[in-house]
């Protein structure tokens, strides 16, 4: 089993930047990737951008690139996604995932543990 928590979630200004982060404990060894989603209100959950476990290669949903960075520190095992420019638009819950099969899943059924979520709420 491998368990995610994100954290960093919370009010932001329209503009602001801001860190998420996920702690990922458990069978580290058997992810390939994990990825951030996102699900705003009243909308069904949405791909951000994932990493590859240990090559660190990336890849984001077009409507993110330039103002989302997706990073990995495997020696703490904690992924982040930094989001600059933040909108109002922004305003979700925030999801990290992991996934065995995977190393750059943009599909929902690619992962195959999940965290919590951390609501992000951007006020303009």
């Known amino acids: 089993q491998v368990q995610l928590v994100e954290s960093g979630g919370g009010l932001a200004q329209a503009g602001d930047s801001l860190t998420l982060s996920c702690a990922v404990s458990g069978r580290t060894s058997t992810v390939l990737g994990v990825g951030w989603f996102r699900q705003p209100p009243g909308k069904e959950r949405e791909f951000l951008a994932a990493?590859?476990?240990?090559?660190?290669?990336?890849t984001y949903a077009d409507s993110v690139k330039g103002r989302f960075t997706i990073s990995l520190d495997n020696r703490k095992n904690t992924l982040s996604l930094v989001v600059n420019r933040l909108k109002s638009e922004d305003t979700a819950v925030y999801y990290c995932?992991?996934?065995?099969?995977?190393?750059?899943?943009?599909?929902?059924?690619?992962?195959?543990?999940w965290g919590q979520g951390t609501q992000v709420t951007v006020s303009s």
């Open positions: 995932a992991a996934s065995r099969r995977f190393s750059l899943g943009t599909d929902e059924g690619a992962y195959d543990y």
């Open positions: 990493v590859h476990w240990v090559a660190w290669s990336r």
